[in-house]
């Protein structure tokens, strides 16, 4: 067995893969059920071994800002939070995508609204998807699955952050955070150097050199003849990002009769109540989206034209079913299942609902 | 193999610690597992419990609702868990926080007093390990080496003047725990 | 301005006249006669500042203390939300444009990620002691080794004319048409001498840039804030006591006068600290 293969927790997972991939600051507010990222982060103590800076902001609305200045910089930071707190970093999440800055945000969802509950749920995703701070923006989205998959996504969230010049986020919940699997950490990597940060991000705010004009990150453009034109050239790159980074896993798909259609914990579950219905020699499925923006429409448009029916099981009251039921236009059946307000559903209660609502 | 098990009990009363130390024993053993705890204000106080999942293959749900083996340490776990076990499956008991005993015929009941034990043992720290060894001895998912082995991974190297220590309730447990029907 | 300098025999006001009239253009603009320019870090931009804004005065300050700190490389400066929003069109260093009162956290970041550069804030009133109270108390608290500019016109320039949390009392604005009513909208904060209990703080001074020698001693205090910002001393704040007469309805002479009369007694120039 590898040395480097621990037990550990989803959020535990999140702080060591950030030290490891040469993250430079992190900035977060504690919250339930998230704040074993900040705790594990405080007794790494990275900032004595990689240089990495960890900070306990004042605020959710604090830590995100300060996301802000430091992407404006050109470095590789990130915040975390849950539910209510992301409430709050919208504003910063907005500015972020109107300045074209990279950065990863991580929401560990809790039921909601308002305060809600400490449980784990999917009901952010909407706000993750469609928007949720104003303007016309889209947030790259990452959904893990698994404590192996939330360490991966540090890595690859950042990468496509910087990538496209967008802030990033990883869309998990209280379930995936809070339990423990095995892991194998990513390699250590060496954080950039200020040389370096100025070669690969010459937009970087890190004072104004002769050879060239000043780098301003701002998102006002008070021509609307021109901020439309700041507008296009956002959605031109949204449009290669869709080209470019879609991402989904098909499980036992290929001789499906039916889909579950499920994303991060709830495809968890989804798992087991398909070996359930194929112990039952029911032919199901499982689509799981990995990027939830951009989503994965055009492989679930090509199995609306192969099985009889898709379940989209979600832990809330129906939101990713509504791009799954306009990749799928009506071709076939497309149905939800979710428990709200923090409950999970069981394996047995997926699979009643599956034959409840797709079989008969 | 799949073993499916919830550990259950007051706040305080080292059930998710347990629970991490089994896991990583399966570790230990090559296993898959995975381990999803009741999180929030049930640690400080209330009821706490663990779903350990130990098996030969990759896992799929982290959370299930019918159990193989569910160890409970107070009444409230009991009511919660006991009609949760799999016809066929094991309830693991501790004879002071359980005042009205399982009554399912169609599982294998052990009891063990290990809260007394602890207090003989005059170090109610161990009462976890005590459970453990219990428990190990009932269905041995995993070897006392690799349980040893868990338990120096899990705990901070600071606190590894104590596996003698936990060793000793481990093997203690085995030897308490008792089946009752 | 441009005049003939001579430093064995100084010239009087009317022989400068008479010199400057025999000169032709190309004679005029020769660097031998130039002795006040624009510092090189203010470029040509013309500025949306209403004439008499105190503003303009201060951004070239800034520029020239930069200039005279060997600072150009090295430093990132915040904008606010509020009249100085644009302030990044007009002195050519770096700048990131923060949300409405988060310049402080923004500037936080920089600073501890890049520990050599000069980080400073700049920031109106109501950015930094109403909607961003708590970023500028925890920044202080934390002892960010950043700087921050602090303009107090007592009243919201850029959305025309609201109060500030630093309106005097009975003070006319569009939100309060019949003077501000401290039992309705509370007394103006004096977030400076809040500020100033702040172990984090390093040095607090209130100024003004009414007349040339309050330029002056103004200029001095932002050197040392920034001074301060590089030997990692802590937070520094300056005050800058200043007119909106567009919003004060006043002609910039008159806006003057009245903030000396009603300002000064409320926000008292000088320093509160320094360590």
Redesign the interface.
Known sequence: ?SEE???MKGNEAIAHAAIRYGV??Y?GYPI??QSEIIETLMEAAPWETTGM?V?Q???E???I??????A??G?A?MTTSSSPGISLKQ??IS?LAG?ELPALIVNVQRGGPGLGT??PSQSDYFQTVKGGGHGDYRLITLAPNSVQEMADFVGLGFKLAFKYRNPAMILTD??IG?????VKLPEFRRRRT?QEIREQCPWA??????DR????????ELDPMIMEKNNERFQAKYREIEKNEVRYEEIQCEDAEYLFVAFG?AA????????MAREEGIKVGLLRPITLWPFPSEIIREYAEKVKGMLVVELNAGQMVEDVRLAVNGKVKVEHYGRLGGI?P????ILEAFKEKIIE | MTYEIVISGFGGQGVLSMGKILAYSGIMEGKEVSWFPSYGPEQRGGTANVTVILSDKPISSPIVDKYDIAVVLNQPSLEKFEEKVKPGGIIIYDGYGIYNPPKRKDVDIYKIDAMDEAINMNNNKVFNMIVLGGLLKAVPIVQLENVMEGLKKSLPERYHNLLPMNKEAILRGMEIIRQEN | MVCRRNRNSPLSCLSIFKTITNMNKNEIVSPENIVYKKPKLMNDNEMHYCPGCSHGVVHKIIAEVIEELGLEDKTIGIAPVGCAVFAYNYIDIDWVEAAHGRAPAVATAIKRLNPDKMVFTYQGDGDLAAIGTAETIHACNRGENIAIVFINNAIYGMTGGQMAPTTLPDMITSTTPRGRDVRMTGNPIKILDMLVQLDGVCFATRHSVHTASAVKKAKKAIKHAFENAMAGKGTSIVEIVSTCNAGWKMTPVEANNWMVENMFPAYPPGDLKNV
């Open positions: 067995m293969i621990v037990l430079d600051g900035f339930t059920p800076v900070l902001a004042e605020s609305l604090a830590a800002n300060m996301v802000y200045g430091g404006a910089s470095k930071v504003e910063g500015y300045t400490i449980q209280g379930a809070q339990m423990m699997e095995k200020e705010a890190l004072g104004k050199t002769p004009k000043p780098n301003i990150h701002t998102s006002l914990s968890r579950i989804c798992l087991k109540s398909m070996e999970v069981t394996p047995d209660a």
